[in-house]
């Protein structure tokens, strides 16, 4: 007897637990970062970057792996094995006594959550397509979302009562409860006459299928300037705002109020999506998120930091932006590679992923006394993004001109 899910909502939900693991192992820690280094005798501050870039290249180079195998062994198996790695790589971060040690765990942590991640929105492609795919994704996301809010404060709690390895302790706990209702309740997507063989030769062969598809590859190289960006703020947050402006009590609270940021831009993304279009919005959100730099470099370049309240409104508002361009160039680079969703994913992710974590690294470099190298990244990436969309508007008028 096969398993049968009561409602569209229960999938809207499991799918964004799934991706929520990733969210819980990122966030959560920030709070922690500085207890951390210390425990394991970090000498350079600069280096307590570390311990957010390097899972996110763990689910850079994970997704070529996931992604085939849910194409050959279906979408729930893959996910398993990597909940296995994951569930390992705590432990060595539990037990982790060097810099080294802990970012061999956090890199192998990002290897196990790299299915989850993918393969979450390979099942929804499985599912949906369109504009309404990306609705269903931006209700994802929302819900999704909801961890960012929440995560630092329960890091926070967790740090003070129990000390940061309760935290990753959490993280195996709400990973175990996410399986054990993803095996009881999800059923497969990925339909039988869909499996692949699984060999390399299938990956290969995916990747010549991705290329023929011109915004399958525009937008995923949109996504890596778009979360190289994003991933900055989120490796140097801590540093800001807890050495910068001393706020290390208050940073779970600043923190979740930017989340909700991009949780309503999400929200209304679901709604907006169905009357104007991905693509749109990604125009419309992918110019703000270039202006609102601009503004920020003009007013304070050469400057310290403003008042807190002022740094929040200019993040605010760069964050709104990024909730309507995270699902939408997602759902737009999947939307031509249905056929190959598991290794389409899979090579969206690794790519924008790997893209991400070397701008990070550049540009987080530059953040010592002032959070003003983060708005000047913000704006070259943007001007690059925009370059990326204003590129495909006219290969594809081109296109359509020789066509006619």
Known sequence: MGIRQKSELEFIVIMAAL???????????LPAITDISDAIGVID???NQLLITMIFLGLGFGQLISGPLSDSFGRKPAIFLGFIVFALASLICIFASSLEMMIAGRILQG?????????SIAMIRDRFSGNY???VMSFVVVIFILVPIIAPALGKIMLDLYGWKSIFYSQLFFGLFVMLWFWKRQPETLKPENKRAFKFALFIAGIKEFVKHKNAVVFTFFSGFITGSFMVYLSASQLIFEEQYNLKEEFPFIFATLAIGVGIATFLNGTLVLKLGMLKLVRIFTIVFTV???VYIFLYYGEPNPSIGIIITFFWVQFFAIGFLFGNTRALA???IGHIAGIGAAINGFISTIMAVPIATFIGSYINTTALPL??????????ALLLIQYLHFSN????????
């Open 19 to 29: 991706m929520s693991l990733v969210s819980l192992s990122i966030d959560a820690l």
């Open 45 to 47: 501050p600069k280096n």
């Open 111 to 119: 290897i196990g959550l790299s299915a989850p991640r993918t393969i």
């Open 133 to 135: 795919m990306a609705k």
């Open 292 to 294: 609102v730099p601009i």
């Open 334 to 336: 999947m939307e031509p």
């Open 375 to 384: 708005f000047i990244g913000f704006f070259v990436c943007g001007v690059v």
């Open 397 to 404: 008028s081109r296109t359509n001109t020789n066509k006619s």
